[in-house]
Nanobody
């Protein structure tokens, strides 16, 4: 059973910073992509940033230059450094591990979500 445990969310003022972490646990042979998505009230879940096992990264246009995704493959942990936060960044942030190879096959997994609230 694969679990993703997120941490680091909270309340911050506009212009502030937060760092999210997501650690994968379980009997895992490999993880292809790890990333962050977010869902604001009344909106669809959207991609924030992803990082592949080869080191390539991808960001939503709305966060480019402000957010940085990084990954520790040994610890199976992905981080999201969020700077210059804006009220529109307020959302529940979800971690996703994509194409996770376990004894049960290859599947995607999601974390439980962590709330990020940016006050104006």
């Amino acid at each position: 059973q694969v679990q993703l445990v997120e941490s680091g969310g909270g309340l911050v003022q506009a212009g502030g910073s937060l760092r999210l972490s997501c650690a994968a646990s379980g009997i895992i042979f490999s993880i292809n992509a790890m990333g962050w998505y977010r869902q604001a009230p009344g909106k669809q879940r959207e991609l924030v940033a992803t990082s592949t096992s080869s080191g390539s990264t991808n960001y939503a246009d709305s966060v480019k230059g402000r957010f940085t995704i990084s990954r520790d493959n040994v610890k199976r942990t992905v981080y999201l450094e969020m700077n210059s936060l804006k009220p529109e960044d307020t959302a529940v942030y979800y971690c996703k591990a994509g194409l996770v190879r376990t004894i049960a096959g290859i599947h995607d997994y999601w974390g439980q979500g962590t709330q990020v609230t940016v006050s104006s």
